[in-house]
């Protein structure tokens, strides 16, 4: 590691933490740690979106499938063009409208007043352990990232760092802490890509004569996948949008309905085209520069989220790698905090809120502190076990969709309300998922264990409503 890239590295991490100490004295009370005063404006909160969504495990994953499939690796963030959009229209209207949300942190809240506290403590439940997951696939992209790209470090110490970096400046600042890194963080990442990842490999492995003559034709053709590769992706990640507690709290902070829509909209663009064809489009020059032969590598231990980190290491000269590298770590820090915040609210407000309001306002906000603190520290643990970012994020989110969509669907959008009906429908979805997740079953289609979550969850609820239903039309029955 030259001491230019090592000095870039550790002035940009210094400067994250500056970040966390200067919002941690302007963090008044919850509302300030939690939903950033409820008036931060579109652009903030629409950089933000589309940063803590793509963030470093996408941008390391579609390296990943850049390399394996190329182009066609871009509609997986399509599914995010098509989330964001659909929710601006449907979801934040609903939000915004419903006085009732006006005060509150978190996703669960909504369940919680929509249905009953048991519902919202399941879901908080659900959320938590899907945003422990998501923000250690986080802290594994960016250990990756750095024990890829220097030499002299290894991944365990790689993710100690990472790991302690993102939660003390998450620790210290809260939801303005990262919505505003996220922005600067989110800038860092696009120059990076356009001023320097793309144009040095690209040059790096000989031109467009250089790329067609090395790799098949199917690697530059947007149809080089199966209807299963867009269905599964599309039921991980479409749905996120409607249960994803970062995606809430930035619904909270925004000043208004109008500005919120406008976020979403400005994070659906930068999802898809922007983000997926150049991260996919790196991870096709880091294919081609290792057919070339330009980058050594064992072709059977190869892992090709490590294509990516190994290319840069190899074409960037000192200093630029550093500005490269801490480019890709904005966009790994940019989605760990915000994470690592959603599953620290579940746990202050959903969890142990009725506890932690009897405090004043400094102590909830150092209690608040204490549980990012402790939640980082298991994320930490969760990404030391793991290998595969991708996966390990599509897990994630698998998990919270199969368990969540269908309920806050007729919670929010239909008069169908049935506290049981929803508890039974979270439980059959996540149980069915994780189920066959850790069973490694071959599924019917070869579409992945969500599809049957969803499905379960969906059939369920229907069961146990009318169900429910009936029951009390008997019972009114007899009383009549």
């Known amino acids: 590691m030259h001491l230019i890239d090592l000095g870039i590295f550790v002035a940009y991490m210094i400067a994250m933490l500056g970040v966390g100490y200067y919002f941690m004295n302007q963090n008044k009370n919850q509302d300030d740690y939690y939903v950033g005063g409820r008036n931060i404006g579109s652009w903030h909160i629409g950089l933000s979106v589309v940063a803590t969504d793509v963030g470093g495990g996408f941008s390391v994953g579609l390296g990943g499938l850049g390399f394996v499939m190329g182009l066609s690796g871009s509609w997986m963030l399509f599914t995010g063009l098509l989330g964001a959009w659909l929710a601006a229209v449907f979801l934040i209207p609903r939000v915004k409208s419903d006085k009732a949300f006006a005060n509150f942190y978190t996703f669960p809240q909504i369940f919680d007043y929509l249905f009953d506290k048991k519902v919202g403590i399941v879901a908080a439940i659900i959320s938590l352990v899907g945003y422990l997951g998501f923000t ?7 250990a990756k990232l750095a024990s890829g790209t220097f030499l002299e470090l290894g991944l365990t110490e790689a993710l100690v760092i990472m790991g302690v970096i993102a939660v003390v400046y998450t620790v210290l ?7 505003y890194t996220d922005t600067v963080q989110w800038i860092i990442l696009m120059l ?34 199966s209807w299963q590769d867009f269905a599964n992706w599309g039921i991980t990640i479409l749905p996120i949008w409607f249960i994803g507690m970062t995606l809430y709290q930035r619904i909270f902070a925004s000043r208004d309905e109008k500005s919120a829509k ?30 070339q032969g330009l980058l050594i590598i064992d072709l059977d231990s190869l892992d090709p989220e490590m294509g990516l980190p190994i290319l840069l290491r190899t074409i960037l000269p000192p200093g630029i790698l ?4 801490a480019a890709y770590f904005s966009a790994v820090l940019s989605t760990a905090d915000s994470c690592l915040m959603a599953a620290s609210g579940n746990l202050s407000t959903d969890l142990c809120g009725g506890w932690l309001n009897k405090k004043s306002e400094k102590l909830q906000i150092r209690y608040s502190q204490l549980f990012t603190l402790i939640l980082g520290a298991v994320a930490l643990f969760v990404a030391m076990q793991m290998t595969n970012v991708l996966e390990l994020m599509l897990y994630s989110y698998a998990f919270m969709v199969s368990g969540l969509f269908v309920p806050i669907l007729f919670g929010l959008f239909t008069e169908k309300r049935s506290p049981a009906a929803a508890v039974t429908a979270m439980i059959s979805g996540g149980s069915v998922t994780a189920g066959l997740s850790v069973s490694g079953l071959s599924l019917p289609f070869g579409l992945d264990p969500n599809f049957f979550g969803v499905f379960a969850s969906l059939a369920m609820y229907l069961l146990v409503y009318y169900m429910y239903n009936k029951k009390e039309q008997n019972k009114n029955k007899v009383y009549a």
């Open 173 to 179: 600042g809260g939801l303005k802490a990262v919505i």
């Open 322 to 325: 550093g500005l490269m590298m």
């Open 136 to 142: 250690s696939s986080q802290l594994l992209a960016g």
């Open 192 to 225: 990076g890509f356009i001023l320097i990842g793309l144009p040095v490999a690209y040059f790096h492995v000989g031109g467009w004569e250089s790329i067609k003559q090395t790799l098949p034709v199917e690697y530059f053709s947007l149809t080089n996948l």
């Open 262 to 291: 406008k976020a979403w909209f400005i994070a659906g663009v930068f999802e898809w085209p922007i983000m997926a064809f150049m991260g996919v489009g790196l991870g096709l020059l880091s294919k081609i520069a290792f057919e």
